[in-house]
């Protein structure tokens, strides 16, 4: 009985220092905010320093839905184990709105950032200093 007691609070204390760390990194983070249109993003290339950001995508005009990727620059787009899944917006973007990622974590270096859905160009680039 006395090894179950201590499962439960271990398991718990565990599950609290996880949901606080989660509301600690969204209270952090910083927007990024990125437009799609058809065929695009409207913004081509962003410098930011190292941090935590949100990214938020909209959908202006692509006429279906649309996603984000993030990817470090030279890794192979086409894997999704290569993908930032934290920035992964968190459900599809209709058109005419907007959707948020989860936190993401950016250390310094470059990288790129596309559409799945909306082809558009695979090398905007987002630079961490």
């Known amino acids: 009985m006395k090894k179950v007691i201590t499962t439960v609070i271990l398991v718990l204390a565990v599950a609290f220092s996880a949901n606080a760390q989660d509301k600690m990194m969204k209270k952090e983070a910083k927007t990024i905010t990125l437009e799609q249109t058809p065929g695009e993003f409207t913004k081509k290339e962003l410098t930011v320093p190292a941090g935590n950001y949100i990214f938020e995508i909209s959908n202006n005009g692509v ?11 030279g890794d192979d ?3 999704p184990e290569n993908h930032i899944q ?6 599809v973007v209709a058109t005419g709105k907007k959707q948020m990622s989860n936190p ?3 250390a310094k270096g470059e990288y790129v950032y596309f559409c799945p859905m909306n082809p558009t160009a695979t090398d ?4 961490v200093e």
């Open 86 to 91: 934290t920035a992964y917006v968190t459900e």
């Open 77 to 79: 787009i086409t894997k």
């Open 124 to 127: 905007n680039t987002l630079i």
């Open 104 to 106: 993401t974590k950016l």
């Open 63 to 73: 006429g279906h839905d649309v996603g984000f990727v993030l990817v470090k620059k």
